[in-house]
């Protein structure tokens, strides 16, 4: 009964943490809500919001919990009493961790609709335990650390602050030279494509840096509680200190790769003609369309030169090879102002890029070369039916000798890419080679 009455927040009223742990669920869920608009939902984006999808509500818990620490253990507590330092490690464990568990829970609940939505729509792959792993583990060392300096410093004047560190840090990861942070706190920010999955080593070093900061955190609390005493004992606070500052350097030292391929990658293709589409299992939904862009892209004229279309996400080497398209599916949602919102816009925009301007950013390339390219490519994207595209295209003061390509049928344009296929890849159309 006792454990009962601590977990849920003894001696405060008991329905602060459960309602943490609802507001939690909110957060969750309003971070996740792009992804239930996308086109399709993947196993691994929703796998990656377990962690990913903790940067703002990561931040918020860890400022709420700095609130709770510093109401549960204000400047007039009992708690400033004489007390030895383990029972004070343990007292604050345990409330932390008490609260720690509801925006676990919320945090699962708040993911529930994303998780039914990848059951509905996802065509290959599962939930990776190593992204669940990571994330619960990070949004522990949150609560705890929040948790504790609120107790630390008994005001909640710490809150916001709390909140705010902990957003800046866990953004960090964005620059390559502080990415190692993405192994001590739960967001990385990496964009998640079916391909990787969390490298497992890095998973168990989360797991032993979230505890480490737990200690650190109930350390640091029971010091700053017990600091007027003549029992006050600063050596767990170094030691731990110590245990945490051996794991950060550690990780900059180590610095392994967050993701790997998650292997045997499964892949799908189809043939369109002479042309080869082939696309990472997870993007099934996306292979009809993208047969459908292809084969009214090879009629506009790219027939003599699209040999295949592949995904980033199944591909084997760095740099596509001649008549090869490389293609990175986004489900989105993508804003609908942007050149590229939908699944055949992206196909139709990556695929006439490739075999039009793909060359064009070699040394030696000239402006009007480029703009020919771009003629050329704009051309192609009218007559498969993507004129909004081909008006984003169009340089914007096209070459007057690139105007002849501009009125080209498909049939005068299938022709002269046949005539002129080393020139194309090459982006070496210039005024003399055109009709």
């Known amino acids: 009964m006792r454990r009962l009455r601590l977990l849920f927040g003894w001696p405060g009223p008991p329905w602060v943490l459960p309602a943490a742990g609802v507001l939690m ?5 309003l971070a996740t809500t792009s992804m239930l608009a996308a086109d399709y939902v993947t196993w691994a984006a ?24 510093s109401v549960y253990f204000p400047s007039s507590s009992p708690v400033t009493a004489p007390l030895r330092p383990r029972t004070g490690d343990g007292l604050f464990l345990i409330h932390g961790l008490a609260l720690a568990f509801w925006l676990c829970l919320g945090h699962a ?28 583990a990070g949004l522990v060392a949150l609560t705890l650390l929040g948790f504790c300096l609120g107790a630390a410093l008994r005001h909640w004047v710490i809150a916001p602050a709390v909140g705010f560190l902990a957003f800046a840090v866990m953004g960090l990861p ?17 964009v998640t494509t079916p391909r990787f999955e969390v490298n497992p080593p890095t998973t168990v070093f989360a797991v032993v840096a979230a505890i480490g900061i737990c200690m650190l955190a109930a350390s640091l609390a029971c ?16 030691t731990w200190l110590a245990v945490v500052t051996a794991l950060t350097a550690i990780a900059f030292a180590w610095r392994p790769e967050l993701y790997v391929v998650d292997r045997p990658v499964p892949r799908m293709c189809q043939q369109v003609d002479s042309t080869e589409v082939c696309l990472h299992a997870a993007n099934a939904p996306a292979m009809a369309r993208t047969v459908d862009v292809v084969g009214r892209l090879r009629d506009a004229g ?20 001649p008549g090869e398209a490389f293609l990175n599916l986004d489900p989105g949602p993508l804003d609908r102002r942007f050149v590229a919102a939908t699944i055949p816009d992206q196909v139709a925009f990556r695929v006439s890029e490739a075999m039009t301007l793909g060359a064009c950013l070699r040394p030696g390339r000239t402006i009007e070369e480029r703009d020919i390219a771009a003629v050329l490519q704009g051309r192609i994207l009218d007559l498969a039916g993507f004129e909004q595209l081909a008006n984003s295209v169009a340089p914007a003061q096209p070459p007057p000798a690139a105007q002849k390509l501009a009125i ?18 090459s982006c070496l159309l210039s005024p003399a080679s055109l009709p």
């Open 25 to 29: 669920a909110a957060a969750s869920f």
């Open 46 to 69: 929703v796998s990656a919001a377990w962690h990913e999808a903790l940067w703002i509500p990561g931040s918020v818990a860890a400022a709420a919990a700095a609130a709770l620490g």
């Open 109 to 136: 609940v708040g993911l529930v609709p994303a998780h039914i939505a990848a059951a509905r729509q996802a065509s290959a792959g599962a939930l990776a335990s190593q992204d669940v792993i990571v994330g619960l």
């Open 174 to 190: 964005n620059t390559p030279l502080l990415r190692p942070i993405g192994l001590i706190l739960p967001v990385r920010q990496f």
């Open 223 to 238: 010091w700053a509680g017990s600091r007027r005493s003549v029992r006050s004992n600063g050596r767990p606070l170094l």
């Open 302 to 321: 790219l027939a003599p030169v699209l040999r295949r279309v592949t995904d980033v996400a199944v591909s084997d080497h760095d740099k596509p090879r």
């Open 408 to 425: 080209m049928t498909a049939e005068q344009l299938v022709d002269f890419v046949r005539t002129n296929q080393q020139l194309i890849r």
